[in-house]
């Protein structure tokens, strides 16, 4: 079946520490990717988008992500966090079949002072 | 150019009262996605809508049914509320549906 996994729920780093979300996708064609940061209460605002040519995508916020064709995964990285990362993010798939944008469950970013 | 709006931003029901949400996607958008967010189940499609028809549904009961207007703006209605029913409900347009969805900032929906 057709899926969208982020393995982890919960991750939390360090105030100026590297980070990576994970975000593996199942689908037969390679779909169009997003990344997308919830603060709380707040909707969904996009962070970055792939759906063709460079593998290696920059967005908003200093974020990038990497397409990795062989692992089926669009992992989110970012050099250095701030405290202001805080939040919930999402990784999403459009299978670009006129069918609907899945999204992943979500990993919740904490920030340690 | 404005982002998506929702309104209201909150509401209080009780159950078996129905409620009507609106959505003003960004200009010159024509699709409209309507998402159910809970803690439990995560985000959830409920159902797109282009050019004033629907072109995709979730997995969502009867009671859950929307409509879209020629100016491009959503109403989201869901009768007989149930308890469960309570979520942020999340609206997002895009230009043509298969690209880049813009959100609002949701409509926060309590049961009681």
């Known amino acids: 079946a057709q899926s969208v996994t982020q393995p982890d729920i919960h991750i939390t780093v360090s105030e100026g520490a590297s980070l990576e979300l994970r975000c593996n996708y199942s689908y037969g064609a390679t779909p169009y990717l997003f990344w997308y940061v919830q603060s709380p209460g707040q909707g969904l605002q996009l962070l970055l988008k792939y759906f063709s040519g460079d593998t290696l995508v920059q967005g908003i916020k200093g974020f990038e992500a990497e397409f990795k064709r062989s692992q089926s995964s669009f992992n989110l990285r970012k050099p250095s966090v701030h405290w202001s990362d805080a939040a919930e993010y999402f990784c999403a798939v459009d299978p670009r079949r006129d069918d609907k944008i899945i999204f992943g469950k979500g990993t919740r970013l904490h920030i340690l002072p | 150019k404005a982002g998506v709006t929702q309104t209201p931003r909150y509401l209080i029901k009780t159950r078996g009262q129905q409620v009507t949400l609106s959505c003003s996607p960004i200009s010159g958008h024509r699709s409209v996605s309507w998402y159910q967010q809970t803690p439990g189940q995560g985000l959830q499609f409920l159902f797109e809508y282009f050019s004033e028809t629907q072109r995709n549904k979730g997995n969502f009961p009867g009671r859950f049914s929307g409509r879209q207007f020629s100016n491009s703006r959503s109403e989201m209605n869901v009768s007989t509320l149930e308890l469960g029913d309570s979520a942020l409900y999340l609206c997002?347009?895009?230009?043509?549906?298969?690209?880049?969805?813009?959100f609002g900032p949701g409509t926060r929906l309590t049961v009681l």
């Open positions: 997002a347009s895009s230009s043509t549906g298969t690209d880049t969805q813009y």
